[in-house]
Structure formats: C-alpha cells, structure tokens
C-alpha cells in the first residue's frame, strides 16, 4: 500500500513522491536510508488482550477525578460517575502493597486529576514516600494552575516535579475561568515560571472555535512572555455527544484551516509548539525504514510498561477512565489477571492502515468507537497532516498539494482536505 503525494514548488513546477506508511518506504525525498531492525509491538483488541509488567516504565497514579474548572471537551466527563473515592488512609495502604506488585522501579511517575491539587494532602503524603522508594524516577504532574500557593510551589521544587500548565490562551474560556486574570492565581504561576522555567509550561488543546497557532503564539507571548514554553496536547478529541456537536466538530473548511495553521506555524519555525520532536520523528521513521508493526498506540497506554492505577489499587484503562465499570481492567491485588480488554489497536482499524498520517498520528484514542473515533480521526488527520506538510517543505522547499491511493480508490477526504494548500511560502 502506498500514497503518491504532488509536491509544488515556488515556481508551478510539480513533484511527486512515493510513500508508504505501512513500511517507511519513501521514494522522492533526499533523505539517507539507513534500515534498523524493529522489534514488533503486541497489538492490543477487545478479544486479544493484554497484561501489565510488574517493572513499569510508567506509573500513572489517578488521584480522583474531581475538579474546579469544566471543560467544554473534557475527556474525563463521561468518566467522572466510574471514578473511585479515596480517603487520606488509602494512600498508606497503596504505598505499603507496592512491594507486593512493582518489581522493578519506575522512570516517570505522573499524578492525575481531574485537578490534581484538589489532592494537595494525598500529593504531600504520595511523593515523598514514592521519591524514596524510588529515587531515580521523574514526577510529573498536568494542573490548571489556579491553585498553586508559596508551599506548593516549594514542594514542587523540593521534588523536582514537572508541571505543565492547561491553557488555551484565547480559547481558554473553553476550559473555565482564567487564572492570568485573577492576581492572586497570576503570582504563583509567575513564580512557578521564574524559579522552575526548564521544568515548567502551557500546553493547548486545538479546537474547531480555536486552532490558529499565530493567534495562539502572539496571545501567550502578550500575556504571559515570549520565553515560556507552550506545547500541544493536540487537537480535541471526541468523547461525548456535547464534543461531538461543539469543539470537536471541525466543518471541512475548518479541517483544512487547521492543517494550514500547523503547516504555516512549523515552516516559520520547525520546532514551534514542541512539534520539531514529531517531525524529526517522521524524518527518522523513514531513514530507518520503521514498520507499522513497531508502533503502539499513540497515548502508549497500550505498552505493558505502561501502568495507571487509583489509590484502590484498580487498574484501568488510563488515567482519564474510572474504575467502577467497562474501564477497570484489573486490581493490582491479582497482578496477573489484569487484561487490558478494552482497547483496539490501530492494526484492527481499516481508517488507520489505509491513512498517509498513521506513523505519525498511531490511531488516535485507542477505546473510542463508532463516530466518536470518526470524528476524532477526521480531527487528527488534519492536525498530523500539517506536520507532514512541514516536514515534506523542511527538506524540499515545496507544498504537498495532493495525496493519491496508488492501490485502491483514494483515501477518503484526502485530497479534500488539501484544498488551499497549494501555494508555497514566500522566501
């Protein structure tokens, strides 16, 4: 299977490259081909399911899901009704039967809300005691910052925790209130900025009434600096019907508005929004000749080195699932029966193995079905296609103004969603 893209240059000229994603294999593009040999990935599905290590490269700690913002795209929303409650005692009794399930210690340990300072007492109990038993891991945590004081802020310090910020900037009313507007709330995110700028940032969610990154670029650099980081979490997602009628549904125009807005923003800068990783990822992909069957899922939840967990000792499917229902997939008490039966791998998706974007954009949310997942992929076509379209420009000086099948009837939309693209960037 593979994709002709028509490639134009300043001057009319047209191009044409080959590429297939299912192999890496691209024909047309001045990049050294060095092929590496790529373990496959186990490919999770409802009927093939998988367990989880003992020695976790990544332990996802669900604090609870309650929160003081609502977010019009939340995808914890539907959620909130199967999330567990847990008391002050229950972190005791999760750090004293860690010893009986983690055999190995984990690189990264991420706390999780909804807001996951609403769990100041359980954060001050949890990290210390896990820092001890293991030194070596990074912690991470995602706030909307409207709850950071003088204590949090030294004991982020003290624990070396990285924090990143969830703001949209002009589309921040999205998510709820504004900490920037609120003096209080602006001093300690200032102060975060200032004493942890290497370990502090923004990240925004793309979405149908905000997706321009020059708007978004010049609003965070009049409001809050020109320095600070501000990375993407991507494009929304759809996970209930209010997504689905709302922020999530991208009209065909604005499909194409929003591949123009990542194109324009990495051909001004190929590093813009943390999103140089992603094209040098493309880059690589191709130079190493990497299969499809070496990918896992984007979010990486599908890896068995990949753990998330609530304070009961539940698993679930990921931080962003409850687990009273369909997305508890085991308890940390009976290790080897956990089985992640919820999922489907991109593999068992025909939208994904027959898309030019799937090394890079790896089958979106791995359990939404149905138009949920439709609508999602339509959204993260655009959105991966942008990069692409920048990584092609990066080393050609030239626009991807097409993409054609070259083995069966022409990939849904593709073409469509080029329109008004094909004119290059001026010098």
Known sequence: MGFELTLEARDGSRHHVYFDPLTSECVGLPLRIEPRAFAPVSRVAKDKPLGKSRAPRVLKI?????????????????????????????????????????????????????????????????????????????????????????????????????????????????????????????RWIEALLAERPEKTGFNAVLTRQHHDLRVLKTWFAENVGPDIFVGLEGVVNVYDVATAIGTGRFEPAELNSLTRSIFEALVEDPNAFGLGERINEFFASIQRRRPIDALGQKCGMDNPDAIAVDLLGNVMTCQNTGAKEVHKIGHIADFDAIALDTATHFAFRNECMSCPAVQLCKGSCMFLEGEFFKQSCANEFAFNMGIMMAAVWHLTGMVVVGVEHTGRAGLDGSAARLDGMAQAPGP
Request: with cysteine; aromatic share 8%; hydrophobic share 40%.
């Open 62 to 186: 669900q604090l609870g899901m309650a929160c003081n913002y609502a977010c019009a795209y939340c995808n914890q929303a539907v959620q909130i009704g199967d999330a567990t409650v847990s008391k002050l005692a229950d972190v005791e009794a999760f750090l004293a039967g860690l010893e009986d399930w983690i055999e190995g210690a984990p690189g990264r340990i991420e706390l999780w809300g909804g807001e996951p300072f609403l769990y100041w007492s359980k954060i001050k109990r949890l990290v210390p005691a896990l820092a001890g038993r293991f030194p070596g891991a990074r912690f991470s945590t995602i706030t909307n910052g409207s709850l950071l004081d003088r204590e949090k802020i030294d004991f982020i310090a003290a624990h070396d925790i990285a924090i990143t910020i969830s703001h949209d900037g002009p589309g921040q009313h999205l998510r709820g209130p504004d900490p920037l507007d609120d003096p209080e709330q602006r």
